[in-house]
């Protein structure tokens, strides 16, 4: 099982509050992800970095913000939440994996996961 | 476009019984493709693994195949438990860049009932 946490489990509230979303990991890892996944839908990268102070944006347009000042850390935050942002949430870190083969062997472990509810 | 499909969408057996997955990928350059297991409000589980030398790979009650030519795979479930009740995501990597870029199926939810 990854070490690999993710706060609050669970999260309703109103249209325009700041919220974080918090990730840890324990592991070590250089790498962490944010995913947005809606019902039924497939994960999209919405965030990455490589290590400490480091943060590119991922695939899918998003109007939240993230920070790497730790590395065990990688906080989401919304500055304005809107109900458009109503959806599940996944952390996730990653090491290399022991194949040696080229890029794109990481394997990538995730949190638990945030349901955001915003009404 | 890099895509992965899977099939099909969502699936009922009763426990006990045998099932199989399919995913269908369009990713390349292929670097490897990966089955997870993802139960509900949880985050996905790595089950297996596999590089484009690779064409099979069991964990337990899992086997998953790898065709890279036809650019198929699948998760065959063997003797299906109440636990297996779950979504399984098909996620292919490439190899184009150091990040080693994720494409994922939308998953094929499994319901087994006893």
């Known amino acids: 099982e990854a070490d690999i946490y993710q706060t609050p489990r669970y999260l309703v509230i109103g249209t325009g509050k700041k919220i974080t979303l918090e990730c840890s990991q324990t592991?070590?890892?250089?790498?962490m992800y944010w995913y947005q996944q809606d019902p039924g839908m497939e994960l999209h990268l919405i965030h990455y970095s490589y290590g400490v102070n480091s943060t590119e944006k991922g695939d899918l347009s998003s109007e939240s913000t993230v920070s790497r000042i730790r590395t065990e850390h990688f906080p989401l935050t919304l500055e304005s939440a809107r109900p458009s942002h109503t959806s599940q949430y996944l952390c996730?870190?990653?090491?290399?994996?022991?194949?040696?083969?080229?890029?794109?062997?990481?394997?990538?472990?995730f949190g638990p996961g945030t349901r955001l509810t915003v009404l | 476009k890099n895509q992965v499909e899977q099939s099909p969408q969502s699936l009922i057996i009763l426990e006990g019984k045998n099932c199989t997955l399919q995913?269908?990928?369009?990713?390349?350059?292929?670097?490897?493709l990966r089955w997870y297991k993802q139960d509900t409000g949880r985050g996905p589980v790595s089950l297996t693994i596999?590089?484009?030398?690779?064409n099979t790979k069991s964990n337990g009650r899992y086997t998953a195949t790898l065709d890279a030519d036809t650019k198929q795979s699948s998760l065959h479930i063997t003797a299906s438990q109440l636990s297996d009740s779950a979504s399984y995501i098909c996620?292919?990597?490439?190899?184009?860049?150091?990040?080693?870029?994720?494409?994922f199926g939308r998953g094929t939810q499994l319901t087994v009932w006893p």
């Open positions: 995913c269908n990928y369009t990713v390349s350059p292929f670097s490897n």
């Open positions: 592991m070590g890892h250089d790498k």
């Open positions: 596999m590089t484009f030398s690779e």
């Open positions: 996730a870190s990653s090491d290399k994996s022991r194949t040696g083969a080229p890029g794109g062997t990481d394997t990538q472990y």
């Open positions: 996620v292919v990597s490439d190899r184009g860049s150091t990040l080693g870029r994720l494409y």
